[in-house]
């Protein structure tokens, strides 16, 4: 299990920072059917306390890349990030697994088709600058407290809200979103971790490997975040080199495949 955990971590690292989406897409779908008797209440915060520290690691590879978010865009995305992931938190501690489950791939299947059906601004990256007016700072903010209700209510980091918009309504180009999107799930996740760890659990599974019991905090087991982190350290900065090579519609296409697939998955298993 040990081994699993880590090996599940290095495909996290690479796709965490390639698309900037922090691998709750993969996290959750894959601790479900790892702990199937864990309910989703401790799942999330596994999720979400892996995507914290990638999206550290992965925001501090970006800057030393060349690619430094600005502060202009990166604090009202994390303000309302914050107050999303406080709401989404406490609502999920309210609901079912099963509804849980079935938000968490319904979500999926709304950004796929956003993300193929909507067309993007074709902007040289040479030319680009970010721009910060009243329209861009409101979209940003609306999707970053969207985006962060979902995060807190099913695991994932956010950013499944946050790229389409950068991508298709600001026209930023593909290479600095995965920048944009970790930066603002960093501060995101933590205000979340917050929510499940300070949280009194009932009836939750605690994994069978060492020292998982002493690292419960909450409905956060640190453990399973910890292991799996220890995985994506090693192929973060692979995800951020191939985020500077691939071509925006490439980038698209790939991102729409991958949650149709979880999510049909999700659906799948949860109707059966």
Do not use: H
């Not at 192929?235 to 991958?258: E, H, I, N, Y």
């Amino acid at each position: 299990m040990l081994l699993i955990l880590i090996i599940i971590g290095l495909a996290v690292g690479v796709f965490s920072a390639f698309f900037g989406v922090g691998g709750g897409v993969i996290l959750v779908p894959t601790l479900y059917a790892l702990f199937p008797r864990m309910v989703p209440q401790a799942v999330i915060p596994c999720s979400l306390g892996v995507i914290f520290l990638n999206s550290c690691l992965n925001t501090y590879n970006f800057a030393k890349d060349g690619r430094k978010p600005s502060l202009k865009l990166v604090t009202p995305l994390g303000i309302f990030i914050v107050l999303g992931i406080f709401l989404g938190g406490n609502l999920a501690q309210q609901l079912s697994p099963r509804v849980i489950k079935m938000i968490f791939g319904g979500m999926l299947a709304l950004v796929a088709a956003k993300t193929l059906f909507t067309k993007t601004k074709k902007i040289e990256l040479e030319n680009w600058q970010l721009e910060t007016n009243p329209r861009v700072l409101f979209l940003c903010s609306l999707a970053a407290f969207f985006g962060g209700m979902i995060a807190g209510l099913t695991g994932l980091g956010g950013g499944i809200i946050i790229v389409p918009l950068l991508i298709t309504v600001i026209g930023m180009p593909f290479k600095w979103v995965p920048a944009y999107s970790n930066a603002t799930m960093a501060i995101g996740t933590f205000a979340g971790l917050c929510t499940y760890a300070l949280a009194t659990p009932e009836n939750i599974m605690i994994p069978d490997f060492p020292l998982a019991e002493q690292l419960q905090w909450g409905y956060w087991n640190v453990g399973i975040s910890l292991l799996i982190f220890s995985g994506a350290i090693f192929t973060s900065k692979l995800g951020v080199r191939l985020s500077g090579q691939v071509s925006q519609l490439a980038a698209k296409r790939l991102f729409a495949a991958l949650l149709i697939t979880v999510s049909a998955k999700i659906f799948y298993t949860t109707l059966l």
